[in-house]
């Protein structure tokens, strides 16, 4: 019995709560998974779970010893991880979580050039909008826009994601342009539901600030359907720069209340405190960082068109 992968499928079980998810993060049949955990228990001679039809819950010796093994598991992937990087070798899989927005665009050269610098890694990247625990979920790292959300996480900030309300110029021209953040009111209005602050808008006109609560007519968790909802002269829409540069730099969007900017969250990558990823983890934070954190060539594009302003409203 190799007692190290029996403690790591533990640890794997009791994060994803579930040991057909924890088979699914390791990429291991279920079976395999449940033998490893029952192998655990047979050394230890006591029951690490709690376990029905419906959950799986940590025992008394299971909840006991979890926190070690998590860091048992990860400081074994981080010395692995060292004598790799030594040899100049680092190999594995890199497990990620990113948002659509972000990735859909924007990042497939930059996935090309740390592969050509590491090709023995591996990236397991989950494109989605939906926010999830890395911990509980496997990902060795989140690139979301929320803070972390407990003690167990770390968040390291990337870059300042900034947004714009937008609309085409067919449904300006019908329907006419905001000069006021109120008037967004008298408009048909798109909205991501994925931003921390919900439905508080703030708005800084210089020293004038406007707080609203805005009611959309369309609300999802896709930016990309709301960039083609504008496309289609459908209503004004608030989205990502990163999403929008592109079509307003083609004239398929136009700003709307440019002198008002709204507060910018930070895209930040979100990790276990125990660094499960490693010096793998580590080197592509710093590879993202390296490429984004001083000029994000979306905005820059706009910036030096005189579209929008080169200093940034940090939430």
Known sequence: MDRFLTIEAFVTVAQAQSFAEAARQMRLSKSVVTARVQQLEEFVGSPLFHRNTRNVRLSEVGQAFLQDCIELVGRTAALTDQMSELKGSLA???????????????????????????????????????????????????????????DELVGRRIFPLRRVFCASPAYLARHGTPQHPRDLMEHRLGLYSGYPTRDRWVFQGGPRKVVLDLRPSMLTNSVHLLNEYACEHAGIVCIPTLVASAPILAGQLKLVLPDWPLSSFWLSAAYSSSHRGGAKLRLFIESLLARYSEDQP??????????????????
Do not use: M
């Open 92 to 150: 594995g899989r890199l497990r990620v979580h990113a948002l659509p927005g972000f990735v859909l665009g924007h990042l497939a050269t930059h996935l090309r050039e740390f592969q050509d610098r590491y090709p023995e890694i591996v990236l397991d990247l989950v494109v989605s909008d939906v926010v999830v625990d890395p911990i509980k979920e496997g990902f060795d790292c989140a690139l979301q826009i929320f803070r972390p959300s407990s």
């Open 298 to 315: 979306w905005d820059r594009a706009l910036i030096d068109k005189g579209l929008l302003p080169e200093s940034t409203v940090l939430e």
